[in-house]
């Protein structure tokens, strides 16, 4: 038996969507090995979307693991080549701004920045009510960089919030196989 495909799947803070991320971290399990990365604000909010320490546990049960909570937890990720494919999902507006800059200050950032140094696949699941304003640059420059693939996504509420995109959650599957194929999925726009 071949060992399953080694996933960092890394949660920012888009709590809105948490249900769907957690869902498919649940269905990924049958053919992924996961490895769990929560921002600091994934990690300890409470929201109307619910506790932040019922979400880490029930993460840290789908995925039979610890998750990596803090910029020194995930700084190996990269140099002891630990996983094979990193998915941020959801991938705020905030998260996208700062890898587009050079921004290393959460544990999600460095999870990505890590994971880069070995020049492997980062798949980006966007969920962002400014996609389309502030974060459209840095959407653009992350499109345009090696390594990244993007779940397709498109605006979720184009009449009452014309500037989100949320990433189809459904299409993580065949965009982690495409993005370890070296290959975005197409169509890109959902």
Known sequence: MQPKCKLGFALCGSFCT????????????????????????AASLDTKFGKAAEHLQRIEEICGRK?????????PLGPKKILDILLVAPCT?????????GITDTTVTMAVKSHLRT????????????????????????????H????????????????????NFEKIPQTLISA????????LFD
């Open 93 to 101: 507006g905030n998260t996208i701004a700062k890898l587009a800059n």
């Open 180 to 187: 370890l194929q070296q290959q975005q999925i197409q169509p």
């Open 18 to 41: 948490f249900s769907r991320a957690i869902a498919m971290m649940e269905a990924l399990r049958e053919d992924y090995d996961i490895y769990p990365i929560l921002s600091q604000n």
């Open 119 to 146: 020049e492997r696949p980062v798949v980006l699941c966007v969920a962002t009510n400014d996609a389309l304003r502030a974060n459209a640059t840095n959407l653009g420059t992350l499109l345009n960089r090696k």
């Open 148 to 167: 990244y693939y993007f779940v397709p996504f498109g605006q979720d509420d184009p009449v009452r919030k014309p500037s989100s995109l949320v990433a």
């Open 67 to 75: 998750a990596i909570l803090t910029i020194p937890e995930a700084e």
